[in-house]
Structures are given as C-alpha cells and as structure tokens.
C-alpha cells in the first residue's frame, strides 16, 4: 500500500464534499456534505499517522478531536437550522437574503 | 510503482473494496434528490471511512466513528430533515440549477487536481508500512492525557459550550406564546 492512494481517496472526497456545500439549497444536507468533507480530512490524518509509525499516535488522537468536533458542529448547525426553519418556515439558503444589498 | 505491482499486492484489493463504495456514496450524498436518501448514502461513506480505518489498525477511530457518526449523528440529520419538513421524495428544489453547479463542479475538479498533482509529485511510491498489530486504545490514551492534555481539555469546553449552546437555541422561547394546535 502506498500513502498516494489514501491521499487521493480523501482530497477526492473533501473535493465532493466541496461541491455539495456550494451546490445544495438545504441547509441540512449542506451539513451533510460538510461531514463528508471532515470524514475525508480523517483519512488524511489517520493515513498519515500509520505511514509516520508514530510512537504517540498523534495523527489518531487529532482524528479523535475532528470526531468530537464535527459532532459539536452537527448538533449546533441542526439547532441553528431548526431556529431558522421556525421562524421562517424554510431551510433553504438561497431564501435566507435578508443582509443582502 | 506500476500499476501491476500495485495490484498484486492483495491489500490494495481491500482498498479498493472499500474505496470505491466510499467515494461513489459520497458522490450521492452531494447529488441524490431525495433527502432521506442522501443522509442514507453517508452513512456508507462514513461506514467506509471506518472500514479503511480498522485496515489500517487505528481500532479505536474506527470504532468511533461507527459509534458517534452512524449512531448518533445520522439520527440527527434524519430528525433535522423530519422537523423541517423536507420533501421527502424526490425534489430539484434541494440543489442549485446547473449555472451554478457547472462552476461549482469546476472548482472541485481543479481543487482535486492541484492536490492531486502535489501528492503524486512529493509522495510517489511511498509505502505505508501496514502493522502487525492495531494500535492499542492503551497508548492512545496515554497519548492524550500527557502530550494532548490541553488539546483534550479544550475539546471537551467546546463540547459543553455546544451542548448548552444546542439547548438554547432549540428552545422555544417562553416570551413568545405557544401555537397550540387544537
């Protein structure tokens, strides 16, 4: 196994999940493809701390705190949306223009 | 390293394996049109990131993710769709029209492109030496609570702030009154 494979793996999906954050109108599933995008920076870090054999496993416990991050993120973001859904009955993003010039 | 040497390596069959169901689920999780399917389809990318991570022997992240990602962030995407009301079949209504995913898609394919060509250039052929053993959630431990303590203890702060911060902003706000449906 090379470390290539696993570095084209996860820019292939960050670069995926890029294209859902730019392209989606739902705010749930732009979250959706932020996931994607954080579970590609893991392969990253976790690729990258086998292939180093590190001794502290740095690259696995960075890996851990995107987890905790990214759950963080997720519940916030689906509390945020749901704030905005209540006071606006919509979760699209392209109707929240309400600080556009 | 050529590409039949690549493949005679039985490991890099496993990859595969894992690798193409992982990326073309998270294709559909940008592009399906149908929402609860979409939140479906990640739960077989990040299925699959966790499978890749069990091969490499990080037992520990593997099993996390498994636990924090399909058991309970997945719930909350499937309950955010259900409270906002989504359309449940199919929709054009949840991507942008194709002027812009044209750019969009552009974008994306240069950002691969120019990461791409930078591992290719400083990576090429660099093998990962694949362990005898996984490594011990002992010495992940150990890990964190000396040489990422503080990094530890941050986290865990940000963790709460986002736990109360979730409350808050969920709450229905006793100064409003209450839609009672009768």
Do not use: C
């Amino acid at each position: 196994m090379t470390i290539v494979q696993f570095i084209l793996l996860g820019a292939a999906m960050f670069s995926v999940g890029l294209y859902g954050v730019l392209t989606r109108r739902n705010a749930v599933l732009i979250l959706a493809s932020v996931e994607v995008m954080l579970a590609a920076v893991n392969v990253n870090l976790v690729a990258f701390d086998v292939y180093l054999a590190d001794q502290a496993s740095t690259g696995q416990v960075f890996a851990l705190f995107v987890i905790a991050l990214a759950a963080a993120e997720a519940g916030i973001g689906i509390a945020i949306v749901l704030m905005i859904f209540r006071n606006r009955h919509s979760a699209d993003v392209d109707e929240l223009d309400l600080m556009r010039y | 390293m050529s590409v039949g040497d690549w493949l005679s390596e039985l490991a890099n069959w496993v990859f595969l394996l894992l690798a193409i169901p992982t990326l073309v689920a998270s294709v559909m999780v940008v592009s399906s049109k149908n929402v609860v399917r979409a939140v479906l389809y990640l739960v077989i990318a990040l299925a699959g990131t966790a499978a890749l991570f069990l091969m490499l022997g990080a037992e520990f992240v593997g099993w996390t993710v498994v636990l924090v990602y399909l058991g309970a962030v997945i719930i909350l995407f499937l309950i955010g769709i259900m409270i906002t009301r989504a359309p449940l079949t199919k929709s054009v209504e949840l991507s942008e029209p194709m002027s812009a995913k044209v750019p969009a898609a552009l974008l994306s394919f240069l950002l691969f492109g120019v990461v791409a060509w930078a591992v290719v250039q400083s990576f090429d052929s660099k093998v990962i030496p694949l362990p005898d053993e996984a490594t011990r959630t002992a010495e992940l431990g150990y890990s964190i609570f000396t040489s990422w303590v503080i990094p530890f203890e941050v986290v865990s702060f940000v963790l709460l702030a986002a736990l109360i911060g979730g409350i808050v902003l969920a709450r229905q706000d006793p100064a409003t009154p209450v839609e009672q449906p009768r």
